[in-house]
C-alpha cells in the first residue's frame, strides 16, 4: 500500500527505506529529534525529499501535492495540530468525512460518534471554532477525530498520546483498536513512544538519527528497547 524508497532529506533523513501493508498497524519511535516527524511531513507532501520514492497504491506520489495525496486516501494527524480559525468543529468534521461512505448513510450521527470516541462530548464542541480557545488536548483530540471521520485508506498519527491526559490513555488505545476492527483492510501509521501503543502494532520500525536502526514485532523490539526512548 505504502512503500517508502530511499527517502533523504536535508541530512535529517538518510535513505529510509520501509513498507506498510494493508490491514497493518506500524508504529514507528526514536528519540526526540530523530526525524519521525519529519518522515511524516515529507509522506504527508508538506516537506518535500531531496531523493528517494514514496509509493502509494502502486504510484509515485513525489510530485503530489498534500491535497492530492490527501484525494487519494491519505490522512494526517500532526504533532502540532493546525487551527482552523473561522471553521466550526462541525464543519470541520463534516470536511472530513464527506468523502467517507459512513457519513452518506449516517451524516450527523456519524460525526457525533467521531468527537464520542475521542472523549468530547459534542453539544459542548460542535458549535466551537477551531481556533487558539480550545486547550492542546482538545485541539489534539479534534485533529484524531477528523482523521477518524476521514476513514482513509492510510491514516498517520504524529504522537496521538502528546497532550492527552493520562486518564484518556486506554480509550486512545481502544480507539485505535477499534479502528482497526472496523476497517480490516485499511492501514495506520503510528508515531509514539508509548509501550502501550508500541504493544498494539504488528510491526515497529526503530528511528534513529535519520536512520531505521532495527524493525520487529513488539515483542522482539520491546527486549531491545526496553523503556528506555522517553
Ligand atoms: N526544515 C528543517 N530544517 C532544518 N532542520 C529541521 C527541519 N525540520 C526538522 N529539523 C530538525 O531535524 C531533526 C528531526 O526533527 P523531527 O521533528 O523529525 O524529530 P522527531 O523524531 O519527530 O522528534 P520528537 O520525538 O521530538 O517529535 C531535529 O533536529 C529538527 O530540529
Ligand atoms: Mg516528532
Known sequence: MLQVKGVSFKGILKGISFDVRPGELVVITGPNGSGKSTLAKIIAGVEKSDAGEIIFKDEDIVKKDCTERARMGLAFSFQQPVRFKGLTVRDLLKIAASGSEAFLDNEMKEVDGYLKKVGLEPALYLDREVNASLSGGELKRIEIASVLARDAVLSIFDEPEAGIDIWSFDN????????????????????????RIMKIADRIILLENGEISAHGTPEQMMARIGGGLK
Request: charged share 40%; glycine share 0%; no cysteine.
Open 172 to 195: 486512545l488505545v481502544k480507539m485505535f483498536k477499534d479502528m482497526r476492527k472496523k476497517n480490516p483492510k485499511r492501514a495506520i501509521v503510528i508515531i509514539s513512544h508509548q509501550e
